[in-house]
């Protein structure tokens, strides 16, 4: 009964923000880490940012370095990512996912199980 739902996504113009939301049922945040993803038309799909857990480091792609922020409530179940000054390049499907974040994570998205949906966020220039 594992769900992962995305929401927040929309079109915004270069520069716009957007928070993007992922509500978790079946399984709590005390016990895994949430990490965000994203694929554009073809192209193939990479990981944006996660949090480990273990010791709160963050981890981001460097092409979103300084620009979007990732969060979580606990208590709700919900991670977040706040998308600022957002670029045409970032426009693609965002997943997020069950992961195990470290400097590494994203080369491990073949195993990854738990997926959401997608959100599909679009900058226009």
């Known amino acids: 009964e594992v769900q992962l739902v995305e929401s927040g996504g929309g079109l915004v113009q270069a520069g716009g923000s957007l928070r993007l939301s992922c509500a978790a049922s079946?399984?709590?945040?005390?016990?895994?880490?949430i990490g965000w993803l994203r694929q554009a038309p073809g192209k193939e799909r990479e990981g944006v940012s996660c949090?480990?857990?273990?010791?709160?480091?963050?981890y981001y792609a460097d092409s979103v370095k300084g620009r979007f922020t990732i969060s979580s409530d606990n208590a709700k179940n919900t991670v977040y990512l706040q998308m600022n000054s957002l670029k045409p390049e970032d426009t693609a499907v965002y997943y997020c996912?069950?992961?195990?974040?470290?400097?590494?994570?994203?080369?491990?998205?073949?195993?990854?199980?738990?997926w959401g949906q997608g959100t599909q966020v679009t900058v226009s220039s």
């Open positions: 079946g399984f709590s945040f005390d016990d895994e880490n």
């Open positions: 996912a069950a992961v195990l974040c470290s400097p590494l994570w994203s080369d491990y998205i073949d195993d990854y199980d738990y």
């Open positions: 949090i480990s857990r273990s010791d709160g480091s963050t």
